[in-house]
């Protein structure tokens, strides 16, 4: 009965109805009346959830470019220190253009879009190259200047999403002067992720890699986990050095029968380190069966082969970053990913 006053009252045409057929206990029409208001009640708050929801749903992407995400993880080594071709060690690590080069072409595609992981074998800290942070390859080649900037790192060490991956340190010489010694602040250990997790698989390069990778079955098992799980495997410079030993699981190794490139004995040669380089890539790869390419030194040289993507130097990165997104974008040859 209660109910029933409470509509009578808020419900001016529902009353007029009431008296006008003589009803004074109308149970039926009482019920009809609470099912219509609270059906009102229930499409104005759906209504109110919708607008709430234009104004504060921010998804990172698109629903559409979210559906079609890759994952990518980058490889670098852990080697801080190398042999100097004059005698003793110098230092050394990631060739930081070779990471960020294809860093900023896979975080800005649009389709397919990029998630990218860092890794190393060990975890943790990984050396970055100190001449590799504001050489200019092309500048380089041309001119000799070693700090020309680089584009590519000038804003991986200043973009919000990247430059707290990188730490600087300040470092005393023995001459007594200082020396900022840069490094990736923390990457993840090879062995707490699956590379068959992941939609590519990218070995970066650095005269340090050549002295980790080949020796180490973390990097060539990733890399045979990947292309065995039938990912992308992709390196570039010395970091193609991860391809040598990596096999296949009839025992064949993975680059048999491939076209591949990476740092070549001139460029080795140009720089003077021949005589401490452990692997000469050049020499290497035919010795595996496979096809090797190079270009002019210090020239971009990148090489597809199927579900392989190799970068002959850094020169190449960003080549080989574009080859990687062609790829997932379908340009890069029908049939590819059946490799």
């Given at each position: 009965m209660r109910i029933y006053q409470w509509c009578v009252k808020h419900d001016p045409v529902y009353a007029r109805e009431f008296s006008d057929a003589g009803l004074s206990h109308p149970r039926t029409e009482v019920l009809v009346k609470i099912a219509k208001l609270l059906l009102s009640l229930a499409m104005l708050l759906v209504l109110s959830a919708g607008a709430l929801g234009a104004f504060t749903s921010h998804p990172s992407v698109p629903s559409a470019q979210a559906a079609s995400a890759r994952r990518a993880l980058f490889v670098v080594s852990n080697i801080g220190d190398i042999p100097a071709p004059g005698g003793g060690?110098?230092?050394s690590g990631v060739w930081l253009a070779e990471l960020t080069d294809?860093?900023?072409?896979?975080?800005?595609?649009?389709a397919p879009h990029f998630t990218i992981d860092i890794a190393s074998p060990n975890g943790g800290p990984s050396a970055i190259d100190g001449l590799s942070v504001k050489l200019n390859i092309d500048d380089w080649r041309s001119t000799?200047?070693?700090?020309?900037?680089?584009?590519?790192?000038?804003?991986f060490l200043s973009d919000p999403e990247t430059r707290d991956l990188i730490q600087i340190d300040t470092v005393p010489q023995a001459d007594g002067t200082l020396q900022q010694r840069y490094s990736f602040?923390?990457?993840?250990?090879?062995?707490?992720?699956?590379?068959?997790?992941?939609?590519?698989?990218?070995?970066?390069?650095?005269?340090?890699?050549?002295?980790?990778?080949?020796?180490?079955?973390?990097?060539?098992?990733?890399?045979?986990?990947?292309y065995d799980a039938g990912k992308l495997v992709s390196a570039v410079c010395h970091g193609t050095s991860a391809l040598l030993e990596a096999r296949?699981?009839?025992?064949h190794y993975l680059v048999a029968g491939r076209r591949v490139t990476g740092f070549s004995n001139a460029e080795e040669d140009m720089l003077g380190q021949r005589a401490v380089t452990p692997v000469l890539l050049e020499d290497e790869f035919p010795l595996r069966g496979a096809t090797?390419?190079?270009a002019a030194p210090f020239t971009e040289h990148v090489v597809v082969d199927g579900r392989l993507i190799t970068g002959?130097?850094?020169?190449?990165?960003?080549?080989?970053?574009?080859?990687?997104?062609d790829y997932f974008a379908g340009s890069a040859g029908a049939g590819a990913a059946a490799a």
């Open positions: 060690q110098r230092a294809a860093y900023w072409v896979l975080h800005d595609a649009v000799g200047v070693t700090d020309s900037g680089n584009p590519s790192n000038e804003r602040r923390n990457t993840v250990p090879l062995a707490s992720v699956n590379p068959a997790d992941y939609d590519v698989v990218f070995f970066v390069g650095g005269n340090a890699a050549i002295f980790q990778f080949p020796n180490d079955e973390r990097v060539y098992g990733a890399a045979s986990t990947a296949l699981p009839d025992g090797y390419t190079a002959q130097q850094p020169a190449s990165g960003h080549g080989v970053g574009e080859a990687i997104v």
